[in-house]
């Protein structure tokens, strides 16, 4: 069965330094979402593209994060500089289509990130 | 603004029991809903999801869940819970619209199965 492959699983990293996330969607997946999930609450959408576009970025904190799907299969986040305050697991997801919520949202193992 | 309220944060159940995650929604309009399961160290899995119809949806798993719009609730169930059902659930609502995709979750209830 397909799955959405993400990297690395773990990432423990010092406040102000950069970090990179890695995310890999199922095969044909036109729509990847990126979410942050603080400990103790529900996923919170960052980031969502059709393709290489950006759909929604309304809550991407653009000061510090970036994110891009510069072909429109992969997709990297980064972080630059890491705050204490970003401790959180990030997970990557995609879906088929066009991206409404009719689809379903197939979610990776996620990206444990520690900022010491 | 659309929210969720997943009211317990906890609950404990023994195999073979019947359980109920409670989920309360607030949108100003017909909502998608949706249950997602979270084991440790793993992603999300979706368990069951509503739009429109039936409003007693099947998911996966055994579980079901009943779309009660008087009361804005979305509460799951499953007739006998097994042990490998111990997770974290988290119900989550989204607009009844076009390609919007923006999922609002819920804080999550961590379920803990006795045997």
């Known amino acids: 069965e397909a799955e959405v492959a993400q990297s690395p699983r773990y990432k423990i990293t010092e406040k102000s330094q950069a970090v990179a996330f890695w995310c890999d969607p199922i095969?044909?997946?036109?729509?990847l979402y990126w979410y942050r999930q603080i400990l103790g609450q529900g996923p919170e959408l960052l980031v969502q593209?059709?393709?290489?576009?950006?759909?929604?970025d309304s809550q991407l904190p653009k000061d510090r994060f970036s994110a891009e799907r510069l072909k429109g299969v992969d997709s990297t986040l980064k972080i630059q500089p890491a705050e204490l305050g970003d401790s959180a697991m990030y997970l990557c997801?995609?879906?088929?289509?066009?991206?409404?919520?009719?689809?379903?949202?197939?979610f990776g193992p996620g990206t444990r990130l520690l900022v010491l | 603004a659309q929210s969720v309220t997943q009211p317990d944060i906890h609950i404990t159940v023994s195999e073979g029991a019947s359980l109920e995650l409670r989920c309360n929604y607030s949108?100003?309009?017909?909502?998608?809903l949706f249950w997602y399961v979270q084991s440790p160290g793993q992603g999300l899995q979706l368990l069951l999801k509503?739009?429109?119809?039936?409003?007693l949806v099947q998911g996966i798993k055994g579980f079901e869940a009943e779309f009660k719009r008087s009361q804005s609730s979305f509460n799951l169930r499953k007739p006998s819970v097994h042990w490998s059902d111990a997770a974290e659930y988290f119900c989550?609502?989204?607009?009844?619209?076009?390609?919007?995709?923006?999922?609002?979750f819920g804080t999550g209830t961590r379920l803990q199965v006795t045997l």
């Open positions: 997801a995609s879906s088929l289509g066009v991206g409404g919520l009719q689809e379903t949202q197939y």
């Open positions: 095969s044909g997946h036109a729509t």
């Open positions: 593209f059709q393709d290489e576009s950006v759909v929604d």
């Open positions: 949108y100003g309009a017909t909502p998608y």
């Open positions: 509503y739009f429109s119809g039936d409003t």
């Open positions: 989550a609502v989204g607009p009844y619209t076009g390609t919007a995709s923006k999922l609002t």
